[in-house]
Nanobody, 125 residues
Framework: QVQLVESGGGLVQAGGSLRLSCAAS????????VGWFRRAPGKEREFVAA????????SYADSVKGRFTISSDNGKITAYLQMDSLSPEDTAVYYC??????????????????WGQGTQVTVSS
Protein backbone atom coordinates (compact mmCIF):
# COMPACT_ATOMS: atom_id res chain seq x y z
CA GLN A 1 0.00 0.00 0.00
CA VAL A 2 1.31 3.42 -0.98
CA GLN A 3 0.18 6.48 0.95
CA LEU A 4 0.64 9.81 -0.76
CA VAL A 5 0.68 13.14 1.01
CA GLU A 6 0.49 16.43 -0.87
CA SER A 7 1.59 19.77 0.48
CA GLY A 8 2.38 23.26 -0.73
CA GLY A 9 -1.03 24.52 -1.69
CA GLY A 10 -2.32 27.91 -0.65
CA LEU A 11 -3.52 31.31 -1.75
CA VAL A 12 -1.52 33.23 -4.33
CA GLN A 13 -2.13 36.23 -6.55
CA ALA A 14 -2.42 35.89 -10.30
CA GLY A 15 1.01 35.73 -11.87
CA GLY A 16 2.51 34.14 -8.80
CA SER A 17 4.03 30.73 -8.21
CA LEU A 18 3.55 27.72 -5.97
CA ARG A 19 5.35 24.43 -5.66
CA LEU A 20 3.36 21.38 -4.70
CA SER A 21 5.03 18.35 -3.19
CA CYS A 22 3.90 14.74 -3.12
CA ALA A 23 5.60 12.40 -0.70
CA ALA A 24 5.15 8.64 -0.64
CA SER A 25 5.21 7.30 2.87
CA UNK A 26 7.67 4.54 3.52
CA UNK A 27 8.91 4.15 -0.03
CA UNK A 28 10.31 5.93 -3.04
CA UNK A 29 8.87 6.60 -6.46
CA UNK A 30 11.64 4.60 -8.12
CA UNK A 31 9.22 2.12 -9.65
CA UNK A 32 6.20 4.37 -9.84
CA UNK A 33 4.87 6.76 -12.42
CA VAL A 34 3.40 9.88 -10.83
CA GLY A 35 0.66 12.15 -12.04
CA TRP A 36 -0.92 15.40 -10.91
CA PHE A 37 -4.61 16.04 -11.40
CA ARG A 38 -6.92 18.82 -10.33
CA ARG A 39 -10.60 19.39 -9.74
CA ALA A 40 -12.03 22.87 -9.92
CA PRO A 41 -15.38 23.71 -8.33
CA GLY A 42 -18.20 22.35 -10.44
CA LYS A 43 -15.87 20.64 -12.89
CA GLU A 44 -14.59 17.15 -13.54
CA ARG A 45 -11.16 16.06 -12.38
CA GLU A 46 -8.61 16.76 -15.09
CA PHE A 47 -5.09 15.73 -15.91
CA VAL A 48 -2.35 18.26 -15.23
CA ALA A 49 1.04 16.58 -15.58
CA ALA A 50 2.76 13.21 -15.33
CA UNK A 51 6.27 11.85 -15.00
CA UNK A 52 7.68 8.39 -15.59
CA UNK A 53 9.42 6.41 -12.86
CA UNK A 54 12.82 7.23 -14.35
CA UNK A 55 11.98 10.90 -14.61
CA UNK A 56 13.01 10.94 -18.26
CA UNK A 57 9.50 11.24 -19.67
CA UNK A 58 6.95 13.90 -18.83
CA SER A 59 3.56 14.95 -20.14
CA TYR A 60 1.48 18.09 -19.62
CA ALA A 61 -2.02 19.25 -20.27
CA ASP A 62 -2.12 21.95 -22.92
CA SER A 63 -3.56 24.40 -20.40
CA VAL A 64 -0.43 24.24 -18.22
CA LYS A 65 2.29 23.56 -20.76
CA GLY A 66 5.09 26.10 -20.44
CA ARG A 67 3.89 27.21 -16.99
CA PHE A 68 4.01 24.05 -14.87
CA THR A 69 6.92 21.66 -14.38
CA ILE A 70 6.73 18.19 -12.91
CA SER A 71 9.84 16.63 -11.38
CA SER A 72 11.06 14.26 -8.72
CA ASP A 73 14.09 14.51 -6.51
CA ASN A 74 17.16 12.37 -7.07
CA GLY A 75 16.13 9.91 -4.42
CA LYS A 76 12.63 9.83 -5.88
CA ILE A 77 11.13 10.23 -2.48
CA THR A 78 9.18 13.34 -3.39
CA ALA A 79 7.52 14.46 -6.60
CA TYR A 80 6.95 18.13 -7.31
CA LEU A 81 4.72 20.32 -9.39
CA GLN A 82 6.21 23.76 -9.90
CA MET A 83 3.44 26.14 -10.95
CA ASP A 84 4.36 29.51 -12.41
CA SER A 85 2.33 32.30 -13.99
CA LEU A 86 -0.74 31.14 -12.12
CA SER A 87 -4.14 32.42 -13.13
CA PRO A 88 -7.54 32.23 -11.41
CA GLU A 89 -8.41 29.40 -13.81
CA ASP A 90 -5.82 27.27 -12.02
CA THR A 91 -7.85 27.40 -8.80
CA ALA A 92 -8.63 23.81 -7.82
CA VAL A 93 -7.86 20.99 -5.46
CA TYR A 94 -4.70 19.32 -6.72
CA TYR A 95 -4.11 15.61 -6.29
CA CYS A 96 -1.06 13.49 -6.86
CA UNK A 97 -1.38 9.88 -7.93
CA UNK A 98 0.98 6.97 -8.39
CA UNK A 99 1.05 3.80 -10.43
CA UNK A 100 3.61 1.05 -10.36
CA UNK A 101 5.19 1.32 -13.80
CA UNK A 102 8.64 1.54 -15.30
CA UNK A 103 8.67 3.51 -18.53
CA UNK A 104 5.43 5.24 -19.40
CA UNK A 105 3.55 8.33 -18.37
CA UNK A 106 -0.20 8.17 -17.84
CA UNK A 107 -2.77 10.88 -18.47
CA UNK A 108 -5.84 8.82 -17.61
CA UNK A 109 -6.79 9.06 -13.94
CA UNK A 110 -8.14 5.53 -14.03
CA UNK A 111 -4.64 4.25 -14.67
CA UNK A 112 -3.50 5.21 -11.19
CA UNK A 113 -3.75 3.01 -8.14
CA UNK A 114 -2.88 5.40 -5.32
CA TRP A 115 -4.07 8.91 -4.57
CA GLY A 116 -3.30 11.63 -2.10
CA GLN A 117 -5.90 13.58 -0.16
CA GLY A 118 -5.48 16.73 -2.23
CA THR A 119 -4.23 20.23 -1.55
CA GLN A 120 -6.15 23.42 -2.28
CA VAL A 121 -4.69 25.99 -4.64
CA THR A 122 -6.49 29.32 -4.87
CA VAL A 123 -5.38 32.03 -7.26
CA SER A 124 -6.84 35.48 -6.74
CA SER A 125 -7.23 38.00 -9.54
Amino acid sequence: QVQLVESGGGLVQAGGSLRLSCAASGRTFSNYAVGWFRRAPGKEREFVAAISSSGRSTSYADSVKGRFTISSDNGKITAYLQMDSLSPEDTAVYYCAAKRAYFSVYQNSQSYDYWGQGTQVTVSS
